[in-house]
C-alpha cells in the first residue's frame, strides 16, 4: 500500500465550545419552546417567521414556484424508493412458534414507532432528496404520524418551495420550519406547536449532530452522522473521468467531504488526477469541491485486488465505488459499507436520488456495525411469551435455581407460588 495523496484535516470533531453551544440551545428552546424558535430563525436562518408550522397553503402554494419536471422527477423517485422500501418490509414478519418446552409460547410483533422526526438538511443545497428518504420509508414502515423538519429559506421566507414539494409527495404528516440543533431539541421535548416525538432521523450539519447526541435517551435517533463519504476502487480498466468526476460529485457537497481513490494502477491514477484538475476547471461548484479534495482527498496504491478490498473493509465508507473488470466477483469479498455501487455504470448520484436505496447511510467507520435507514429503523421488536400452567410447571425447577444463584428471592418466589 502506497499513499499518493494523504488528508490533510480532519474531516470531523467534537469540541467543548460547540458541545456548550448547542446545550444552551436546547435548554432555551426547551424552556421557551416556539418564542425560542422563532428567535433563532431570526438569528440563524435570517427569516422572521410567525408561526414554525407550514400550513397546507403555504404547501400548495410552494408548488407554484416548483417546475413540472422537478415534481414529476420527485415522483419518479418516490415511486423507486417506495418499492425498495415495501420489499424491504416484506422480508420482515412476526414471529409465532411453540419452545421445545411443552406449554411455552414464544414471539415477536413488529411495533411501529408512533411518532417520528425527519431532519431535513436546509444549508448549501435544498435537499428534497432527503424528504423522500426519510419521510417515505417512515410511512412504510406503519408510523403513524411522520414530523418533517427544515430550516428556512431566506430567499423564500419558509421552507424551500422543492422541499416542501418533496415532504408532501413523501406524505409527511406535519411540516415544520425549523433547523439547527432547535429543531432537534424541539422534535426530542416539544414546545406549545410541535409535539415531541419518539425518534429522529435524518442528516444534518455539526450542531444536528451534536444535538442528537445530546437528546439521545430522551429521544431514539437514527445515528451520528459525519461529513459524507466516498471510496472508488478501481484499476486499470476503469474509466479515469468516471472516477475523477465520482469523487468530485461527492468532493462538492462540503468542504469536510471524505473522497479516497483506492486503486491497483499506478498509470489510471495519474490519468483520474487529470481528469479531477480539467473538471474542477470547469464545474460551476469547484470551489468547495478543490477545497475539499485538497483537504481530505486521499489515493491509495493498492498492490492488488486482495489488498484493495481489504483496505475498503478496514475504512467503512459509507459510499462504496467498484469499477473494476471484476466488479462483481470482488463486491462479494466487501462487506463493510453503507452503500455499495457495483459497476462502471452505477454513479452515487443514483444512489443519492432515484434508484430507490436509501441514502441516509453510516460514515466515521460506523459502517462495521451498523447500517443506513431504512424501514426496520422505524420499527421495534417487541417480544412476548403465552406459558400455560404446564409450562409453568416445565420451565419452574430451572427458574427457580437460577434466581437462588443470583440472590433474587422474589423472582424465586414468583414462580414458587405458582407451581404450589
Known amino acids: 500500500m502506497e499513499f499518493k495523496k494523504k488528508a490533510v484535516k480532519k474531516t470531523y470533531r467534537r469540541d467543548e465550545e460547540l458541545t456548550k453551544l448547542v446545550s444552551g440551545i436546547i435548554e432555551r428552546v426547551k424552556e421557551d419552546g416556539d418564542k425560542e424558535l422563532l428567535k433563532l430563525a431570526s438569528q440563524f436562518d435570517r427569516v422572521d417567521l410567525k408561526n414554525v408550522k407550514v400550513s397546507a397553503d403555504d404547501i400548495q402554494k410552494a408548488y407554484d414556484f416548483v417546475d413540472e419536471m422537478t415534481v414529476n422527477s420527485l415522483k419518479f423517485a418516490a415511486k423507486n424508493i417506495a418499492f425498495y422500501a415495501e420489499n424491504q418490509f416484506k422480508c420482515l414478519q412476526n414471529m409465532n412458534v411453540q419452545s421445545p418446552v411443552k406449554g411455552v409460547t414464544l414471539g415477536h410483533r413488529l411495533i411501529p414507532v408512533e411518532r417520528c422526526g425527519a431532519y431535513i438538511p436546509g444549508g448549501r443545497y435544498p435537499l428534497p432528496s432527503s424528504a423522500l428518504m426519510s419521510v417515505i420509508t417512515a410511512k412504510i414502515a406503519g408510523v403513524k404520524t411522520v ?33 439547527g440543533a432547535q429543531a432537534v431539541a424541539a422534535m426530542a421535548y416539544g414546545t406549545e406547536t410541535v409535539k415531541k416525538v419518539d425518534l429522529i432521523v435524518g442528516p444534518g450539519n455539526r450542531f444536528v449532530t451534536e444535538a442528537k447526541r445530546q437528546v439521545l435517551g430522551d429521544v431514539g435517533i437514527d445515528s451520528l452522522a459525519g461529513p459524507s463519504e466516498v471510496l472508488i ?17 461527492q468532493a462538492e457537497h462540503d468542504p469536510h467531504t471524505k473522497t479516497i481513490l483506492v486503486c491497483t494502477d499506478r498509470e489510471t491514477i495519474h490519468q483520474v488526477e487529470e481528469a479531477l484538475e480539467l473538471f474542477l476547471s470547469e464545474l460551476k461548484t469547484n ?3 478543490r477545497q475539499s479534495w485538497n483537504d481530505n482527498g486521499q489515493i491509495i496504491l493498492a498492490k492488488d485486488d486482495e489488498e484493495a478490498v481489504k483496505i475498503a473493509n478496514e475504512i467503512a465508507p459509507e459510499h462504496l465505488e467498484v469499477q473494476t473488470k471484476h466488479a462483481d466477483e470482488m463486491s462479494e469479498q466487501l462487506h463493510n459499507y453503507g452503500s455499495l455501487f457495483i459497476g462502471s455504470y452505477s454513479p452515487v448520484a443514483f444512489g443519492d436520488y432515484v434508484s430507490g436505496t436509501n441514502h441516509i447511510l453510516p460514515t466515521m467507520g460506523t459502517a462495521k456495525y451498523s447500517n443506513g435507514v431504512w424501514v426496520g429503523t422505524f420499527i421495534k421488536t417487541s417480544f412476548y411469551q403465552k406459558i400455560t400452567e404446564e409450562g409453568c410447571r416445565n420451565l ?6 437460577l434466581a437462588s444463584v443470583e440472590g433474587l428471592l422474589a423472582h424465586k418466589k414468583s414462580v414458587e407460588m405458582r407451581v404450589k
Not at 486499470?236 to 468530485?248: F, H, M, R, T
Not at 419452574?396 to 435455581?401: I, Q, V
Open 147 to 179: 414530523c418533517a423538519c427544515c430550516p428556512p429559506s431566506q430567499k423564500y421566507g419558509n421552507i424551500h418551495p422543492a422541499v416542501l414539494v418533496a415532504m408532501d409527495i413523501a406524505g409527511a404528516d406535519e411540516i415544520y420550519s425549523v433547523g
Open 233 to 249: 476502487i478501481a484499476d486499470e480498466s476503469s474509466n479515469p473521468a468516471y472516477v475523477a468526476i465520482d469523487l468530485l460529485a
Open 287 to 289: 470551489k468547495i469541491a
Open 396 to 401: 419452574s425447577e430451572a427458574c427457580m435455581h
